[in-house]
C-alpha cells in the first residue's frame, strides 16, 4: 500500500527531529505548510521553520513545551504535540527516505492543488465564482485564466530545489 502524506510528513518531520539542522534547511527550501495536510503536523513544521529561522537550530522538546504553554494551548493538545514529537524524535530515517518522502509531500500537494484548480475552474464555468479580490470570473476565459494562473502557481512549486552541493570545479577534476 502506498504512503499517504501523513506518512510522509512523519518521515521529514523525524528526519529533522531533533536536531538534525541540515535537513531542516533543506525541508525548509523546498516546502511550505501547504505541503503538510494534517493540522497538527503543519504546525510543528511551522515551529520547527521559525525557530530554526529565529536561532539556527533545531527545537527541542522543552522548548516546544515551552512554546506551547506560553501560547495558552490547552493541556490536552500540549500533551498531543510532546507526544508527537517524542515518536518523531526517535525515528530513525535515512537521507534517501528523508529525500523521497520530501519530493512525495510536494507531489502529493501538487496533485491535490491541480484537483482544485480543476474544480474552481469548473465552477467559474458554470457559475461563476467572487475572487478573492473581489472580482467576478465567470465564463471559460475566466476560468481558463484562473486554472492557467493556478498551474503556474503549482509548477513554480515543483520546480524549487535544493542547490547543488560541493564544487563542480573541483570534482570535476576528480574525475579525470
Given amino acids: 500500500m502506498a504512503r499517504t502524506a501523513l506518512d510522509h510528513s512523519k518521515i521529514v518531520l523525524g528526519g529533522i527531529l531533533p536536531s538534525n539542522v541540515e535537513r531542516a534547511d533543506r525541508a525548509m527550501s523546498q516546502l511550505t505548510d501547504v505541503h503538510f495536510p494534517d493540522a497538527q503536523y503543519r504546525t ?11 536561532y539556527g537550530g533545531v527545537l527541542s522538546r522543552k522548548q516546544l513545551d515551552d512554546i506551547l504553554s506560553t501560547q495558552k494551548v490547552d493541556a490536552g493538545k500540549v500533551a498531543l504535540y510532546l507526544e508527537m514529537y517524542d515518536t518523531l524524535a526517535k525515528s530513525e530515517i535515512t537521507d534517501d527516505e528523508f529525500r523521497w518522502s520530501m519530493d512525495q509531500l510536494k507531489e502529493l500537494s501538487a496533485e491535490r492543488q491541480t484537483a482544485e484548480a480543476i474544480t474552481s475552474g469548473m465552477e467559474i464555468l458554470n457559475r461563476g ?6 472580482e467576478d470570473l465567470i465564463g471559460h476565459q475566466s476560468a481558463r485564466a484562473h486554472v492557467l494562473e493556478k498551474f503556474a502557481d503549482i509548477d513554480r512549486e515543483l520546480a524549487k530545489q535544493d542547490s547543488p552541493e560541493g564544487d563542480a570545479r573541483q570534482e570535476a577534476d576528480e574525475l579525470w
Fill in 44 to 54: 510543528l513544521f511551522l515551529l520547527v521553520e521559525r525557530y530554526v529561522e529565529s
Fill in 129 to 134: 465564482i467572487k475572487s478573492d479580490k473581489g
